[in-house]
């Protein structure tokens, strides 16, 4: 959902219906799997996707017959064998369930509501209500006592599940529900905007992160070298430049000196950054690490930082290290690292 929500709260505040997409159970092989998303604007445009192909096609005219009837919903199944499949460019068969709903200007008050949970990156979750024999769908968010008022206990108690980031599909008695958790995609800040720190900022951007940039130097750090980036600041000095991060922020240290590394480092640590990443040398590391013990940080606070950084893939050049690095900050918001 989060791929589609800004385009589908600006047509709602323009007064336009839209219709939405969501792959809500899959199985086998199938192009994209349960969360999948889709938008089709009244005049045919398509933002998002189910997975291409014949599935989506399909999804795509349901869509546009939704704008010209009473009804406001469709659940479409897909069953592919084998050689169906083989027909539409699959390596073999699946099976999925396409929910598609038209969603109204009167919604937007709660999705607004949901669009600013998300931006604040505090994690909220939609809950889409499917009753079985054909009654029309409804959404709620989770944590909103009027939103999730008509949900059952027993399904509002699998949501705060920490460990859950995908969506997934429960039954309870009359409905489905489709949990959909909106996860923010994360706040990498560069500290240091050199070549190293150019290479991550385009692979982070690409990979869905929001993007910081800051340094001291002013030819560097601006705007134009970092189009894709959501703020770059230019430093008096490094002092205090690393405040109030949380668990969606990524903390990307690359300056160009020891020492702004290893100020920037503490700062880092003083914080509940959910990445620090620090790049050098195991004799750079060792220098910096020794000197925040002398300071009273403890090993555990160095058992936080990733570094070296980045996953290791022989990365040389400064675009093969930015893609080593966004590797990493993509396996830790997968809840993948060790």
Not at 116 to 127: D, F, G, K, N, S
Not at 148 to 161: G, H, N
Request: hydrophobic content about 40%.
């Amino acid at each position: 959902m989060r791929f589609i929500l800004d385009t589908l709260t600006q047509h709602l505040q323009k007064n336009e219906p839209v219709v939405i997409g969501a792959i809500i159970r899959s199985s086998g092989s199938v192009p994209r799997s349960s969360g999948a998303r889709m938008l089709v604007t009244k005049d045919g445009t398509l933002h998002g996707t189910v997975g291409g192909g014949a599935l989506e096609g399909q999804c795509h005219k349901v869509a546009r017959e939704l704008f010209e009837t009473e009804k406001s919903f469709r659940l479409k199944e897909f069953s592919m064998t084998a050689s169906d499949a083989a027909d539409v460019g699959m390596v073999c068969g699946g099976a999925a369930t396409v929910l598609l709903q038209r969603i109204e200007p009167e919604q937007l008050s709660m999705l607004t509501k949901l669009q600013e949970m998300y931006l604040r990156a505090t994690r909220p979750v939609l809950i889409t209500a499917i009753p079985h024999g054909g009654a029309v769908p409804s959404m709620a968010i989770f944590g909103e006592e009027q939103e999730s008022s008509l949900i059952p206990e027993s399904i509002l108690a699998t949501v705060p599940e920490k460990s859950r980031r995908e969506p997934y599909l429960l039954n309870e008695n009359t409905h489905d529900y489709f949990i959909e958790p909106l996860a923010h995609p994360g706040v990498v800040h560069l500290v240091g905007a050199g070549h190293v720190a150019l290479a991550t900022a385009r692979m982070a951007a690409f990979t869905g992160f929001e993007v910081v940039v800051m340094d001291d130097r002013e030819e560097f750090a601006n705007s134009s070298r970092y189009p894709e980036a959501r703020e770059v600041r230019v430093l008096e000095n490094f002092d205090n430049c690393i405040t109030d991060m949380g668990p969606g922020d990524y903390v990307v240290i690359v300056t160009r000196g020891h020492m702004h590394d290893r100020d920037v480092l503490a700062q880092s640590l003083q914080t509940e950054a959910g990445y620090i990443g620090m790049i050098g040398s195991s004799k750079k590391r060792k220098a910096v690490y020794d000197s925040l013990l002398q300071s009273g940080f403890t090993e555990a606070d160095l058992q936080r930082v990733h570094s070296p950084i980045g996953i290791s893939i022989g990365a040389d050049t400064p675009e093969e290290i930015g893609i080593s690095i966004v590797a990493e900050l993509i396996q830790v918001r997968a809840g993948l690292n060790t």
